[in-house]
């Protein structure tokens, strides 16, 4: 059950488009459509943003988008606004009926 | 709308038990499955433990394998994470979160804090 890799921190102005990746394994995100993307504002309730690897709930904007590409997960988010500046988590389900979480990405909005 | 909230968290020794519940309303609770994640100060968030929705299946991070049971109550709409031998590691706000349609976790509680301390 090892985490997910996700890159530690990523920038961006505001308007600007990012992108951040979360690398799996085959038994994880290669291996099913079952990529979630999660945003978290410390001390708050994590907010689900992408589920199905680019699938997204009502109410959360269409400037959130996600893909997969083998073992690769990605969440983008187009227009970058201050508000998006957050901790970003991709989760997978796994061949074990678990489910995994990435190390997390800090968005810092320059 | 949808809730969730947790409760039973506080400051435990460790090889110490506790018990964490989780209320829902707003939806067919015996329908969904139901989930544990924590998440220790400074970390990210770790997936603990996950339920189905009637309870038949139970699944386990290795972490907390053979020390932590989850169970719930169909008819009280509660769900419950028994933590046993705990341990300084184990401190966390601990979330309790419904499961979506898919593997996604779609509503989450606030989370209640354990810590593991002497």
């Known amino acids: 059950q090892s985490a997910l890799t996700q890159p530690a921190s990523v920038s961006g102005s505001p308007g600007q488009s990012i992108t951040i990746s979360c690398t799996g394994i085959s038994s994880d995100v290669g291996g099913y459509n079952y990529v979630s993307w999660y945003q978290h504002y410390p001390g708050k309730a994590p907010k689900l943003m992408i589920y199905d690897v680019s699938n997204r709930p009502s109410g959360v904007s269409n400037r959130f988008s996600g893909s997969k590409s083998g073992n690769t997960a990605s969440l983008t988010i187009s227009g970058l606004q201050a508000e998006d500046e957050a901790d970003y988590y991709c989760?997978?389900?796994?061949?074990?009926?678990?489910?995994?979480f990435g190390g997390g990405t800090k968005l810092t909005v320059l | 709308q949808v809730q969730v909230v947790e409760s039973g968290g506080g400051v435990v020794q460790p090889g110490r038990s506790l018990r964490l519940s989780c209320t829902a309303s707003?939806?067919?609770?015996?329908?969904?499955?139901i989930h544990w994640v924590r998440q220790a100060p400074g970390k990210g968030l770790e997936w603990v433990a996950g339920i189905s929705y009637d309870g038949s299946n139970k699944y386990y991070a290795d972490s907390v394998k053979g020390r932590f049971t989850i169970s719930r109550d169909n008819s009280k709409k509660m769900v419950y994470l028994q933590m046993n031998s705990l341990r300084p590691e184990d401190t966390a706000v601990y979330y309790c979160?419904?499961?979506?349609?898919?593997?996604?976790?779609?509503?989450w509680g606030q989370g209640t804090l354990v810590t593991v301390s002497s």
């Open positions: 989760s997978s389900s796994t061949s074990s009926s678990t489910l995994v």
């Open positions: 979160a419904k499961r979506g349609s898919g593997w996604d976790l779609d509503h």
């Open positions: 707003g939806f067919t609770f015996s329908n969904y499955a």
